[in-house]
């Protein structure tokens, strides 16, 4: 039995955020871990909160990815910090979106940002150009690979 009980504790230990594993270490038995757990995961905790924040700020695109996985993993981040009750406003997400941007889109920042109405951003006018401008590379790298084709 205690062989079985250590091979769950350390399966779940496997997939235990760091700033949590250290919380729940000294729980060596199996159900008292996973109630712990349970207990730290469901809370609404200042950790948990600047956890989330920390991912959110520090969120980078990464160069050659699509832009639309960029998007899922920003949305990802907000919605979870909708459900411990932190609300973005739209301008503030915008300016999030775009400060996850590598250099090469700041072009795209500056023309954005004067560009506004009222001089407030919009998350979904983000979005919109980001696509507009992954959208004009894919156009741009077909017709080069049909120009060599032909």
Do not use: C
Request: hydrophobic share 45%; no cysteine.
């Amino acid at each position: 039995m205690e062989e079985i009980n250590t091979k769950i504790v350390g399966t779940i230990r496997q997939w235990i955020y760091q700033y949590i594993y250290h919380q729940v270490l000294g729980d060596t038995l199996a159900d008292n871990l996973w109630k712990r757990l349970g207990e730290l995961v469901a809370s609404k905790n200042s950790l948990k909160k600047a956890f989330l924040i920390m991912k959110l700020v520090n969120l980078k695109y990464k160069d050659g990815s699509l832009v639309v996985e960029h998007f899922s993993s920003f949305e990802n981040m907000v919605n979870q910090l909708i459900t411990i009750e932190i609300i973005l406003n739209d301008e503030l997400l915008a300016l999030l979106l775009l400060s996850s941007l590598l250099d090469s889109y700041k072009t795209l920042v500056v023309s954005l940002s004067k560009s506004t109405p009222n001089g407030k951003l919009n998350s979904n006018m983000v979005k919109d150009s980001l696509l507009n401008k992954e959208t004009t590379k894919v156009v741009v790298r077909l017709s080069f690979i049909l120009k060599m084709k032909a």
